[in-house]
T-cell receptor, first 115, second 110 residues
Framework: NAGVMQNPRHLVRRRGQEARLRCSPMKGHSHVYWYRQLPEEGLKFMVYLQKENIIDESGMPKERFSAEFPKEGPSILRIQQVVRGDSAAYFC?????????????FGPGTRLTVL | QKEVEQNSGPLSVPEGAIASLNCTYSDRGSQSFFWYRQYSGKSPELIMSIYSNGDKEDGRFTAQLNKASQYVSLLIRDSQPSDSATYLCAVANSGYALNFGKGTSLLVTP
């Protein structure tokens, strides 16, 4: 199965720790998107990446959050000094192209809990 | 701010009936429209995409788009209890970021 893969599926961190979320796109897809779903909220776009490039990070908080998609390996969403408000489901999606007609396919998500 | 609005529900329909889910959007420049299904605790699953006015059918699902009125709908024929989920409407304009509604909860009762 060449679907989008994310790990870990569940992550528990204490306030002030760092969280690293990983995403491998579907085979043949080179475009990765990260979304966040807060409890009782809709999915919100965070960042769009291609290999070695951040194309759009307009939805990502300015502080503590960063993302990368290296030439080799998965895309990583990094949250430094986590706070309780960061508790959410983080979903990665991938697509083969970057036009608005692209269909994005989601991974299983990482559920982050901050204690 | 670009909005995508959905009735939160729950929408309750009996098994075998047609479920009708609606979505309105504010950005007239929107070009692509998607319906995702999300079961509780799971990730969104793409059901339908539609790009031009009219109807698009895929099995028991029909997506309808009316750009002049800025709405998109999803019809589910012969609804089954397994269709019980939250249905998310997503809209994209000339870019690539999907703008999601908060979803409509559908309950299909046996």
């Amino acid at each position: 199965n060449a679907g989008v893969m994310q790990n870990p599926r569940h992550l528990v961190r204490r306030r002030g720790q760092e969280a690293r979320l990983r995403c491998s796109p579907m085979k043949g897809h080179s475009h990765v998107y990260w979304y966040r779903q807060l409890p009782e909220e809709g999915l919100k776009f965070m960042v769009y990446l291609q290999k070695e490039n951040i194309i759009d990070e307009s939805g990502m908080p300015k502080e503590r959050f960063s993302a990368e998609f290296p030439k080799e390996g998965p895309s990583i969403l990094r949250i430094q000094q986590v706070v309780r408000g960061d508790s959410a489901a983080y979903f990665c999606a991938s697509s083969p192209r970057s036009t608005s007609y692209n269909e994005q396919f989601f991974g299983p998500g990482t559920r982050l809990t901050v204690l | 701010q670009k909005e995508v609005e959905q009735n939160s529900g729950p929408l309750s329909v009996p098994e075998g009936a047609i479920a009708s889910l609606n979505c309105t959007y504010s950005d007239r420049g929107s070009q692509s429209f998607f319906w995702y299904r999300q079961y509780s605790g799971k990730s969104p699953e793409l059901i339908m995409s539609i790009y031009s006015n009219g109807d698009k059918e895929d099995g028991r699902f029909t997506a309808q788009l009316n750009k002049a009125s800025q709405y998109v709908s999803l019809l589910i024929r012969d609804s089954q209890p397994s269709d019980s989920a939250t249905y998310l409407c997503a809209v994209a304009n000339s870019g690539y970021a999907l703008n999601f509604g908060k979803g409509t909860s559908l309950l299909v009762t046996p």
